[in-house]
């Protein structure tokens, strides 16, 4: 190791805001534990899973060792497998930070950093609520009602063109894109900007199908939304 060059482990690979404190605080390379608060089986509830599930999808992109913890009730938990939310152990290991992720008025420990959710109103089909809720800032109301459709389009096109990038040579994500899908998710989670990324990917210029297709690949181990289901599928 270089003179005065930390270990891997001390550099942070996500800086979120710490809601108690509204301060940033950096996550480094240790166990964390990533503990979803839900006392109900509402769209609110729902979407407090799924922002554990990307917070934890992130550390591990990160290369960070992340322990899903969440008790929801089986209504919602059936939700929430609907969603592709992955699912979590019950109980918390005493070891390893914490990541307490709640609604606005959830009670959660006093431990770790604290990670709120706005409320989110109404729903949407199953097949798009989870990109209807996505596409939303976490610190912001949510109605995924009002967005399906437009989640829909995006899904359908994303999936269809993602199917016939396949087909194409393979090319590496390119570093520049690399760096901005990175830069996006671990400067406090900011899922909106990803999926900016995505969509300026799909329509530059000077990408090959290749790449957009290994970049859509790549953002969708963050995402969750099955962007390469379509693919090999009849036309």
Do not use: N
């Not at 006093?110 to 729903?123: L, S, W």
């Not at 989870?130 to 899904?155: F, I, Q």
């Not at 999926?195 to 963050?222: I, Q, W």
């Amino acid at each position: 190791m270089p003179s005065g060059a930390l270990p891997a482990y001390a550099h942070p690979v996500l800086c979120i805001t710490d809601a108690r404190t509204g301060a940033p605080t950096e996550v480094r390379r240790t166990l964390t534990r990533v503990q979803a608060h839900v006392t109900g089986a509402d769209t609110s509830s729902l979407r407090v899973l799924l922002v554990a599930d990307v917070l934890a999808r992130a550390l591990e992109l990160g290369r960070v060792p992340a322990l899903t913890i969440a008790d929801p009730p089986a209504d919602l938990r059936e939700r929430a497998d609907a969603l592709g939310i992955r699912p979590a152990e019950t109980t918390a290991p005493v070891t390893g930070r914490a990541l307490h992720v709640a609604g606005p008025d959830t009670p959660a420990p006093e431990d770790g950093i604290h990670v709120r959710v706005a409320p989110a109103a109404g729903t949407a089909d199953a097949s798009v609520l989870r990109l209807a809720l996505l596409a939303v800032p976490r610190t912001e109301p949510a109605d995924p009602g009002a967005s399906a459709e437009e989640a829909r389009t995006t899904l359908t096109r994303w999936r269809k063109a993602v199917a016939t990038w396949a087909t194409r040579p393979s090319r590496p994500v390119p570093d520049a894109v690399h760096q901005d899908l990175r830069t996006a998710w671990e400067d406090d989670l900011d899922v909106p900007a990803v999926l900016d990324v995505l969509r300026r990917v799909e329509h530059a210029e000077d990408l090959s199908d290749g790449a957009r297709f290994e970049t859509y690949a790549y953002a969708d181990r963050l995402l969750g939304l099955d962007l390469t289901r379509d693919i090999g599928a009849a036309p």
